[in-house]
T-cell receptor, first 112, second 112 residues
Framework: GAGVSQTPSNKVTEKGKYVELRCDPI?????LYWYRQSLGQGPEFLIY????????DSGLPNDRFFAVRPEGSVSTLKIQRTERGDSAVYLC??????????FGPGTRLTVL | QQQVKQSPQSLIVQKGGISIINCAYE??????FPWYQQFPGKGPALLIA?????SEKKEGRFTISFNKSAKQFSLHIMDSQPGDSATYFC???????????FGKGTLLTVNP
C-alpha cells in the first residue's frame, strides 16, 4: 500500500512569509508525528497527534509553529513569519497501534 | 541535553566487512530502541528494533546488541555491501511517551 506522503517536496520562501506543509499518513494509522531534521543532524520531535488532537506538542520551538489534523487523517504544519533558522527538512511519520513509525520523504524548507 | 549519543560520526568499510555503530542513552525510561536507515533525499526507514528484555536481535545481515546495565546498544552490519552506504540513526522511546529521540547519525560508506 501507499506510504506516508508529504507535499510539497521542496518549498522556498522569503523571511517573514507564511508556509503550510502537508502530510498524508498511511491509511488507518491513528498516530501522526512531525519531526524537523537540520543538516547533519537526527530528526527532532515537534508534535504528536493521536486522532484529531495534539497529544504532545512539547517540541514546537515557539508560537510561530502550529499543526492541525482536523479529521484525524491529513495533517498540516503551519509556520508563521518564517525565519532563516527555520530552514530544514520537515518529516512526517505515522503509526498504527503497534507503534512502529513510518516516515515520509520530507519537505525541504528553505527560507531566504 | 543529548539523550542519545551516537558514534562514530562517519565510518568507511570495505565490501564484505563488518560495520559497527554504537549508541548510548541516559533516560532509563526508554524501552524501545529502533535503528533507521536514511538515503539522501529520502525519509528514515525502520531497519530493526529491540526492546530491553533481550540482549540481541538479528534480522538477516543486521544485528542489534543491547546492554541494559551499561545503557548502550549497537548495530552490526555483517558482510557490508556498497548498497548499505547511507546514514544510520539510532533512536529511543520510553513508556507512554511515543516520540522518538534520535542520535545524530552515522554516515556509512562501503567501498567496493
Amino acid at each position: 500500500g501507499a506510504g506516508v506522503s508529504q507535499t510539497p517536496s521542496n518549498k522556498v520562501t522569503e523571511k517573514g512569509k507564511y508556509v503550510e506543509l502537508r502530510c498524508d499518513p498511511i491509511s488507518g494509522h491513528t498516530a501522526l508525528y512531525w519531526y524537523r531534521q537540520s543538516l547533519g543532524q537526527g530528526p527532532e520531535f515537534l508534535i504528536y497527534f493521536q486522532g484529531t488532537g495534539a497529544a504532545d506538542d512539547s517540541g514546537l520551538p515557539n508560537d510561530r509553529f502550529f499543526a492541525v489534523r482536523p479529521e484525524g487523517s491529513v495533517s498540516t504544519l503551519k509556520i508563521q513569519r518564517t525565519e532563516r533558522g527555520d530552514s530544514a527538512v520537515y518529516l512526517c511519520a505515522s503509526s498504527s497501534q503497534y507503534n512502529e513509525q513510518f516516515f515520509g520523504p520530507g519537505t525541504r524548507l528553505t527560507v531566504l | 541535553q543529548q539523550q542519545v549519543k551516537q558514534s562514530p560520526q562517519s565510518l568507511i568499510v570495505q565490501k564484505g566487512g563488518i560495520s559497527i555503530i554504537n549508541c548510548a542513552y541516559e533516560n532509563t525510561a526508554f524501552d524501545y530502541f529502533p535503528w533507521y536507515q536514511q538515503f539522501p533525499g529520502k525519509g528514515p526507514a525502520l531497519l530493526i528494533a529491540i526492546r530491553p528484555d533481550v540482549s540481541e536481535k538479528k534480522e538477516g545481515r543486521f544485528t542489534i546488541s543491547f546492554n541494559k546495565s551499561a545503557k548502550q546498544f549497537s548495530l552490526h552490519i555483517m558482510d557490508s555491501q556498497p548498497g548499505d552506504s547511507a546514514t544510520y540513526f539510532c533512536a529511543a522511546r520510553g513508556g507512554s511517551n511515543y516520540k522518538l529521540t534520535f542520535g545524530k547519525g552515522t554516515l556509512l560508506t562501503v567501498n567496493p
